[in-house]
């Protein structure tokens, strides 16, 4: 029998493996028509909003290594590490998800941006220090 808590769990495991794998069809699918997302970076207030910066990331990510991962009934927390082709190295990160009907509402992305600020500034990217 699949419980709320499965059905948790197989839902941020798709969007999560999804994301990290490059599959944006397969993210979104996850992601609830009204959708959120926050982190020390950026915001957005949709899917497409969201992703639209994927693929750019995914070029300097070499790993993603899981630490934890804890499932409720209509939330969740990941915590991990990204490492890097930056001098960033390995980010630390936790990430929180809201889910209504099977579906990802809200994520709220928890990591020290510091060491992001000059390389987003040097790519002309919004969300830094001269922005």
Known sequence: ???TTDRTRQTVQAYH???FGGDITTATAQLADTFT???PLISSGDAAGHLADLPGFLQVVTG???ISDLYGESEATL???VHTATPVGTQRTAE????????????TLIFDATRW???MAAAGQP???SD
């Open 1 to 3: 029998m699949t419980t």
């Open 17 to 19: 493996q999804a994301r």
């Open 37 to 39: 997302f926050q982190s």
């Open 64 to 66: 993603v290594e899981m």
């Open 79 to 81: 915590v991990y590490d």
């Open 96 to 107: 929180h998800f809201t889910l209504r009907d099977n579906r990802i509402e809200s994520i």
């Open 117 to 119: 600020h000059s390389i």
């Open 127 to 129: 969300g830094t220090a």
